[in-house]
């Protein structure tokens, strides 16, 4: 089990097999973890917790507090990807739940972005840039395509997939849906029970290409299967 040398970084596989199943997963290259609160005031308390944790560590996650609920997520932004850092302070996390009484929701986690196929990648990035009122993905991975970001932190990024060629009578921009690694299968056959179809599972469990009874595309997505 080794740090990438040139910048501290971990396998989704490595930081899977060092945090707290019951309240975490990696989704979407970052570590993500949704406590039940059960009440606001819970929520309130557990955010307090979690806060002290983090300036304790100086490693700051995104936290997202709702009624009856708390999202947390972790990253090394200078890192480009998951640390020591995250796993360290994920298990920091997960102790003040336990003292609170809080439970996980490990299948609850996932993360949507939009990914538009461009024949002239650099051509349509602006005006998406312009219309969303996005940002250029601060610090993407190294073999990443280019990404737009919601400044708030709020909206799905948009990523721009390079075509070779023109494809009519097919979608050019799809929804990615990032979840847990163990729930990617249930989420696939809930999509075609509900009426969609399998369009491929080639890059499963990376990817599976679904679509709705039009032909309208969506990709259930993990980190498995990406060389980690």
Do not use: K
């Not at 060092?18 to 309240?23: I, L, N, S």
């Not at 948009?158 to 023109?166: E, K, L, S």
């Not at 990709?219 to 990406?226: A, D, E, K, L, N």
């Amino acid at each position: 089990m080794t740090d990438d040398p040139r910048s501290g970084r971990l396998s989704a596989a490595e930081v899977t097999a060092r945090v707290d199943a019951r309240h975490w997963r990696v989704v979407l290259d970052r570590l993500h973890a949704t406590f039940a609160t059960g009440s606001f005031g819970a929520g309130v308390e557990l955010v307090r917790r979690i806060g002290a944790a983090a300036d304790a560590a100086d490693h700051h996650p995104d936290v997202d507090l709702r009624y009856p609920a708390v999202h947390v997520a972790l990253v090394s932004h200078d890192a480009r990807g998951l640390t020591a850092r995250d796993v360290s302070l994920a298990a920091r996390i997960s102790a003040v739940a336990d003292e609170l009484g809080v439970a996980g929701s490990p299948g609850a986690p996932q993360e949507l972005e939009i990914a538009v196929d461009a024949l002239d990648v650099p051509a349509v990035v602006p005006f998406w840039r312009a219309v969303l009122g996005y940002e250029d993905e601060p610090a993407p991975a190294d073999d990443a395509s280019p990404a737009l970001v919601d400044p708030a932190g709020r909206g799905p990024a948009v990523w721009f997939q390079q075509m070779d060629a023109p494809r009519p009578q097919r979608n050019r921009i799809h929804v990615d849906v990032s979840v847990p690694h163990d729930v990617a299968e249930e989420r696939v056959r809930a999509a075609l029970a509900a009426g969609g179809r399998l369009v491929s599972d080639a890059n499963a469990p990376a990817w599976w290409v679904l679509a709705d009874p039009e032909g309208n595309e969506a990709c259930v997505t993990t980190w498995q299967g990406r060389g980690d």
